[in-house]
């Protein structure tokens, strides 16, 4: 029996659609995509939001790239089996490349702002000594919020934060994804990404 073709326009084909091209394409990293029955938590809640109700399952892929690439660079990737280090940085640039180069085909500038700080801003976090990883997974769930609900000033102060005072800056960006999934009724997708990001 072969497996069914996974959808873009469905936004919990995300991390399919991702493997399937970069299984096609035929490229050095191909050979290494495993398949996978991860969930795509984050690109479902970007995908419900008001804000991407023009192409949901896009940005749900974009998103869905994109954290795959940290992953790669900073994590557990879901859709490579073990690359080693050198494989495994080459891949998470690409996948931030297709995330970013799919999100430019959708017009959306603010986005695209968004999602490199978003990059830029995990990797200083990263680099840090020790990690902040709650600071992490709070910028990673709230700039989902955003992209799903609306991107306002208090997330964008919150982000900013980070830098100088990651603890105080990441209950901001908890509490402020919070109040806005409650408002869009996406209480309970954000609670799902909070938990995966903090695995």
């Known amino acids: 029996m072969t497996e069914t073709q996974p959808d873009p326009a469905n936004p919990a084909d995300a991390l399919r659609v991702i493997g399937h091209q970069l299984v ?3 490229s050095v990293i191909s050979p290494k ?3 996978t029955d991860a969930d795509p938590v984050f690109g479902k809640l970007v995908a419900a939001g008001p ?3 023009k192409a949901p399952g896009e940005y749900a892929i974009v998103f869905e790239a994109i954290r795959e690439g940290f992953l790669l660079h900073y994590g557990t990737p879901r859709l490579m089996d073990k690359p080693e280090s050198n494989l495994a940085l080459l891949a ?4 931030y490349a297709l995330g970013l180069g799919r ?3 959708l017009d959306d500038p603010e986005a695209v702002a968004v999602l490199a700080d978003l990059v830029a801003i995990s990797a200083d976090l990263c680099a840090r000594n020790p990690v902040s990883a709650d600071a992490v997974a709070a910028l990673w769930v ?3 919020t955003s992209l799903a609900t609306g991107i306002d000033s208090g997330f964008l102060e919150a982000r900013q934060q980070l830098r100088s005072d ?3 800056a990441a209950g901001r960006l908890a509490a402020g994804a919070e109040q806005a999934a409650e408002a869009a009724g996406l209480r309970d997708k ?6 995966s990001a903090s695995q």
Not at 92 to 95: F, K, N, T
Not at 190 to 195: D, N, Q, Y
């Open 190 to 195: 954000v609670r799902l990404c909070a938990a």
């Open 103 to 105: 999100l430019s085909a």
């Open 142 to 144: 709230a700039t989902a």
């Open 33 to 35: 995509i495993v398949p």
């Open 51 to 53: 804000r991407a109700a």
């Open 166 to 168: 990651p603890i105080a």
């Open 24 to 26: 096609t394409e035929g």
């Open 92 to 95: 998470g640039d690409y996948l």
